[in-house]
């Protein structure tokens, strides 16, 4: 079974462009969620879809953006890049286990993102 | 206060030890709570999730959780070089089940 993919998996931008990241889940899982993992702040989340329907938003700016299409595939966007945007990119897909119905997270391999 | 705080360690431990790992968390309504490991450059992969009271086991791995005091552990038995990396605990904050809260992780360090 194929895991979480996410490309590309590197990438280098300058302040004031923007970035889209892609992530595609494992098959049947059909909630995809996006985290943010810096050295001073950690794993962050920053938003979780379900259905190409956003459930959750965590706190950040509004230059953050994403979206899920009908096959369960996500792209989150990132606008305006600032240095501080710099960092790994993880994305989860989950799916309710059997223990409290508590979905678990499987992780892709992140994009690591680098602003100059 | 953070919503989930670890110490960062480095937790420093012999080959064969036990090691304990602990994680305390603010939210007193959180259901279900989750360990995942992260080697240096790698994604965080699970180890363990736990949602009642109590211990659970598996294989060299043992999570602790006890939410009147709002405190989840995670001990390693026979701890390997291997078991090097950073523990992270996390947390389904009560009004969400589809996010984490992660602690900011503490590292294991295994000496041979």
């Known amino acids: 079974k194929a895991g979480v993919t996410q490309t590309p998996r590197y990438l280098i931008k300058t302040r004031g462009q923007q970035v889209t990241l892609s992530c595609s889940p494992i098959s049947g899982h059909r909630s995809v969620s996006w985290y943010q993992q810096t050295p001073g702040q950690g794993l962050q989340f920053l938003f979780e879809?379900?259905?190409?329907?956003?459930?959750n938003k965590g706190n950040f700016p509004g230059r953050f953006s994403g979206r899920q299409f009908s096959n369960s595939r996500s792209e989150m966007n990132v606008s305006t890049l600032e240095l501080g945007d710099s960092a790994l990119y993880l994305c989860?897909?989950?799916?309710?286990?059997?223990?409290?119905?508590?979905?678990?997270?499987?992780f892709g391999a992140g994009s690591r993102l680098t602003v100059l | 206060q953070k919503e989930v705080e670890q110490n960062s360690g480095p937790l420093s431990v012999p080959e064969g030890a036990i090691a304990s790992l602990n994680c305390t968390y603010s939210d007193r309504g959180s259901q279900s709570f989750f360990w995942y490991r992260q080697y240096s450059g790698k994604s965080p992969e699970l180890i363990m999730s736990i949602y009642s009271n109590g211990d659970k086991e598996d294989g060299r791995f043992t999570a602790q959780l006890n939410k009147a005091s709002q405190y989840v552990s995670l001990l390693i038995r026979d701890s390997q070089p291997s078991d090097s990396a950073t523990y992270l605990c996390?947390?389904?904050?009560?009004?969400?089940?589809?996010?984490?809260?992660f602690g900011s992780g503490t590292r294991l360090l295994v000496r041979p």
């Open positions: 989860a897909s989950s799916s309710p286990t059997g223990d409290s119905g508590a979905n678990v997270l499987t």
């Open positions: 879809y379900f259905s190409e329907t956003q459930r």
């Open positions: 996390a947390v389904n904050p009560w009004d969400s089940s589809y996010k984490l809260i």
